[in-house]
T-cell receptor, first 107, second 114 residues
Framework: AQRVTQPEKLLSVFKGAPVELKCNYS??????LFWYVQYSRQRLQLLLR??SRESIKGFTADLNKGETSFHLKKPFAQEEDSAMYYC?????????FGTGTKLQVIP | DGGITQSPKYLFRKEGQNVTLSCEQN?????MYWYRQDPGQGLRLIYY???????QKGDIAEGYSVSREKKESFPLTVTSAQKNPTAFYLC?????????????FGEGSRLTVL
């Protein structure tokens, strides 16, 4: 069965420090992976997907099939990055989410 | 204004009562989903539908029921059989059928059982 694991419930970093939100997955096929973000009082929304290989708001994520990971990274954290981040795996008709990591950027 | 609309935002019910949460979308998306969001547990899939008049159980379907009579609408009924119904419920839609595409979410409905 497919599974998404986000080991950290809370990650606190200082403004300007690098950020890495961890995501590991288990899936027997070829995965389609996403990061979703939920800012305070806003809807859950897509941040980026691995097939796009793009950088959104300074965030990037690389799919590592050998380590079955899709960690989210940003070199310099900003206060506005404080939010709840969810890693998700798409497989056929279903999208499975991890438990989420709350990122807190300390001014 | 395009998007997904969930109603009501807040709902209270007594134990033993069924309650129906509404989800409407005007994005012309084929796929629609219901998730339950609990602190520390992330989002768990209740039901999903890829086409009108068809839907599938997700990971935690027990105690819930859905219908998909129209493309735009995917209501969720929380029945009295659901043992722990107090939660935040999120509806989503996606244009893609097949491998999971981008999900567009509603603002959610918070159900409290008294």
């Amino acid at each position: 069965a497919q599974r998404v694991t986000q080991p950290e419930k809370l990650l606190s970093v200082f403004k300007g420090a690098p950020v890495e939100l961890k995501c590991n997955y288990s899936y027997s096929g070829s995965p389609e992976l996403f990061w979703y973000v939920q800012y305070s009082r806003q809807r859950l929304q897509l941040l980026l997907r691995h097939i796009s290989r793009e950088s959104i708001k300074g965030f990037t994520a690389d799919l590592n099939k050998g380590e079955t990971s899709f960690h989210l990274k940003k070199p310099f954290a900003q206060e506005e990055d404080s939010a709840m981040y969810y890693c998700a795996l798409g497989h056929y008709q279903k999208v499975t989410f991890g438990t989420g990591t709350k990122l807190q950027v300390i001014p | 204004d395009g998007g997904i609309t969930q109603s009501p935002k807040y709902l209270f019910r007594k134990e033993g009562q069924n309650v129906t949460l509404s989800c409407e979308q005007n994005l012309n998306h084929d796929a629609m989903y219901w998730y339950r969001q609990d602190p520390g547990q992330g989002l768990r899939l209740i039901y999903y539908s890829q086409i009108v008049n068809d839907f599938q159980k997700g990971d935690i379907a027990e105690g819930y029921s859905v219908s998909r009579e129209k493309k735009e609408s995917f209501p969720l009924t929380v029945t009295s059989a659901q043992k722990n119904p107090t939660a935040f419920y999120l509806c989503a839609s996606s244009i893609r059928v097949g491998k999971g595409g981008e999900l567009f979410f509603g603002e959610g409905s918070r159900l409290t059982v008294l």
